[in-house]
Structure formats: structure tokens, C-alpha cells
T-cell receptor
Framework: AQSVTQLGSHVSVSEGALVLLRCNYSSSVPPYLFWYVQYPNQGLQLLLKYTSAATLVKGINGFEAEFKKSETSFHLTKPSAHMSDAAEYFCAGVAGGTSYGKLTFGQGTILTVHP | GAVVSQHPSWVICKSGTSVKIECRSLDFQATTMFWYRQFPKQSLMLMATSNEGSKATYEQGVEKDKFLINHASLTLSTLTVTSAHPEDSSFYIC???????????FGPGTRLTVT
């Protein structure tokens, strides 16, 4: 069974500092992994996705994530935080095949960016 | 990516009444759509899979007689919350999977408040 765990429900950084949001997965099959961002009262926007093509994935708005099978991790990073990055971030995973689309979400991490 | 809309974006109803939420894929035909529920300060949980031309499939613990799903066409799925109660108050989000691109397109969500 697929499960996704995000370590840290709240992360606070200063503007210009490194952003690191942690995500670990457990799966019996190689997963597809995603990072989404959600602003208040809005739907989810895809930041990036891992589909086994490359372990280092670059996304929108300067975010990137590295798939590490040995650590079962898919942490999200951004070198320099911007005030507009303040939002809630969700890591999600799905097994391929017929169950594609049935995403399992992590608990979410609220990112706060201080001036 | 595809554009997914939901209507209404916010609805308030009285306890015991029924509410219908629409999910439309504006430029992408989908034989499958997904419905998620997000309680305040919590993550998204998959409720059910909407299947065009067949019955919806529900996740464990989701009452199929309470949450009626109709996949009317390749671009429209509706979720009806019957006999709504305050505990049904939540943010309901639909998504459309794109298997070829390994992506999902999320609607903006519908906030349901039951008084």
C-alpha cells in the first residue's frame, strides 16, 4: 500500500533563505510522486512530478525535488524563498497502472516566509 | 494542462437539505474523475472515483448513499451530498487524471458549509 509522510506540519523561513520541505513515501511498487501547492480556498497547483525519468526534477517557481530510492524520499527545495511562496504544500504519490489517479496525500506543510 | 471548473465555489445550506456540486473538464475528455474531501487544516482524502458510463467506486468509509456521484458525460461529473449535516462541511475538490502526461488537473474546489 502507498503512504506518504511529510515531516513538519509548519516550516518557517526568512525571505531569501533555503526552503526544504520533507517527504517520504512507502510503496510496494515504484511510485509516481508529486508536489502541489495550495493557496487558501483554492485548488491544487502542480509544482513538479517524478515519473522515473530523472531523479532530480525541476519544477515551476524555482522549486526542485530529488527522488532518492535508498532513502524513500522526495524532498522539495528552493534555494531562495520569496514572500509569495507562503502557502501549504502537499506531497502526493500514486502507483502506476489502473490505479493511476488515486493520489495519496501527505499531511501537508504550511510554509511561512518572514521578511 | 486541462482546465477544470467547479460550481458552485461556495455553498451554504441547512441541515437536512441536499447540495449538488459540479465538476467540469473544460478542454479534456475524461472517462474518470476523482472526488476528494479536505477538512479544515487537514490533507485531501480521496472519496470516490467517478466513472463515465458506470457506477462510481467509493473509498472505504465513504457512504455511497449519502454522496451520490453521476458521471453524466466525458466532461461532467456531479457530487450530490444528500441530507447534509454540519459534519459534512468541508472543501470538496475534483480532479481529472491525464495518464499520458502522468498528471492530474484539479478543480478550484467547493466549500460546503452546513448550518
Amino acid at each position: 500500500a502507498q503512504s506518504v509522510t511529510q515531516l513538519g506540519s509548519h516550516v518557517s523561513v526568512s525571505e531569501g533563505a533555503l526552503v526544504l520541505l520533507r517527504c517520504n513515501y512507502s510503496s510496494s511498487v515504484p511510485p509516481y510522486l508529486f508536489w502541489y501547492v495550495q493557496y487558501p480556498n483554492q485548488g491544487l497547483q502542480l509544482l513538479l512530478k517524478y515519473t522515473s525519468a530523472a531523479t532530480l526534477v525541476k519544477g515551476i517557481n524555482g522549486f526542485e525535488a530529488e527522488f532518492k530510492k535508498s532513502e524513500t524520499s522526495f524532498h522539495l527545495t528552493k534555494p531562495s524563498a520569496h514572500m509569495s511562496d507562503a502557502a501549504e504544500y502537499f506531497c502526493a504519490g500514486v502507483a502506476g497502472g489502473t490505479s493511476y489517479g488515486k493520489l495519496t496525500f501527505g499531511q501537508g506543510t504550511i510554509l511561512t516566509v518572514h521578511p | 494542462g486541462a482546465v477544470v471548473s467547479q460550481h458552485p465555489s461556495w455553498v451554504i445550506c441547512k441541515s437536512g437539505t441536499s447540495v449538488k456540486i459540479e465538476c467540469r473538464s473544460l478542454d479534456f475528455q475524461a472517462t474518470t474523475m476523482f472526488w476528494y474531501r479536505q477538512f479544515p487544516k487537514q490533507s485531501l482524502m480521496l472519496m470516490a472515483t467517478s466513472n463515465e458510463g458506470s457506477k462510481a467506486t467509493y473509498e472505504q468509509g465513504v457512504e455511497k448513499d449519502k454522496f451520490l456521484i453521476n458521471h453524466a458525460s466525458l466532461t461532467l461529473s456531479t457530487l450530490t451530498v444528500t441530507s447534509a449535516h454540519p459534519e459534512d462541511s468541508s472543501f470538496y475538490i475534483c480532479s481529472v487524471p491525464d495518464i499520458r502526461r502522468y498528471e492530474q488537473y484539479f478543480g478550484p474546489g467547493t466549500r460546503l458549509t452546513v448550518t
